[in-house]
């Protein structure tokens, strides 16, 4: 779930079928359970409909939790992480587990990094302020923790191949859904 939009719908169609939902956040759906008999294939078909998909797998969840926390923080302004606080030191904090434990795990099913991933979610980010236009660069590397204008420049660069200024005049609309974010990518 990646979008407000999301949580609602799983809520929705996990009440549709009778289960008593206590909370709903992105990537996370806690029921109470009143009977000991859980319908899985009920649940997964549920939710496949819509587009999800129940993660039973505990690494899996892992991943889903990384991705979840990146994205609150870079495209919903969760405000968990301390503008001080690097990914992986806050990370660790959220999940639990060493911070190599988690990238190797990340890496070797998602085939890339998670600093790629970081990377790519704030260049998504800054080409949807830029298309806002509501904000400069300058405030779009500060709110995205960036060292400097020039840093944000050459990354969006690289992976763009147009600087964002470029990107802006031509108002490109190039914008990946923040799930697809994970296949672009690999491209960096």
């Given at each position: 779930?990646?979008?407000?939009?999301?949580?609602?719908?799983?809520?929705?169609?996990?009440?549709?079928?009778?289960?008593?939902?206590?909370?709903?956040?992105?990537?996370?759906?806690?029921?109470?359970?009143?009977?000991?008999?859980?319908?899985?294939?009920?649940?997964?078909?549920?939710?496949?409909?819509e587009g999800f998909e129940l993660i039973e797998d505990h690494r899996a969840s892992i991943i889903e939790r990384i991705k979840h926390l990146?994205?609150?923080?870079?495209?919903?302004?969760?405000?968990?992480?301390?503008?001080?606080?690097?990914?992986?030191?806050?990370?660790?904090?959220?999940?639990?587990?060493?911070?190599?434990?988690?990238?190797?795990?990340?890496?070797?099913?998602?085939?890339?990094?998670?600093?790629?991933?970081?990377?790519?979610?704030?260049?998504?980010?800054?080409?949807?302020?830029?298309?806002?236009?509501?904000?400069?660069?300058?405030?779009?590397?500060?709110?995205?923790?960036?060292?400097?204008?020039?840093?944000?420049?050459?990354?969006?660069?690289?992976?763009?191949?147009?600087?964002?200024?470029?990107?802006?005049?031509?108002?490109?609309?190039?914008?990946?859904?923040?799930?697809?974010?994970?296949?672009?990518?690999?491209?960096?």
């Open positions: 779930m990646v979008c407000n939009r999301c949580v609602r719908v799983v809520r929705e169609e996990l009440e549709k079928i009778g289960l008593n939902v206590s909370k709903v956040e992105l990537g996370i759906a806690t029921i109470n359970l009143t009977g000991d008999n859980i319908q899985y294939d009920i649940i997964q078909n549920t939710l496949q409909k990146i994205i609150n923080e870079i495209h919903h302004h969760k405000g968990e992480k301390l503008a001080s606080q690097n990914f992986s030191d806050f990370l660790v904090k959220k999940i639990g587990y060493e911070y190599s434990y988690l990238s190797n795990l990340f890496s070797s099913v998602e085939k890339t990094t998670i600093e790629k991933y970081i990377i790519a979610q704030k260049i998504e980010r800054t080409k949807a302020l830029l298309l806002n236009g509501e904000v400069n660069l300058s405030e779009i590397a500060w709110q995205l923790d960036y060292s400097s204008v020039a840093h944000l420049s050459n990354q969006f660069k690289q992976i763009e191949g147009i600087s964002p200024s470029e990107f802006k005049r031509n108002n490109q609309n190039t914008r990946l859904s923040i799930d697809a974010v994970k296949n672009h990518v690999s491209l960096i």
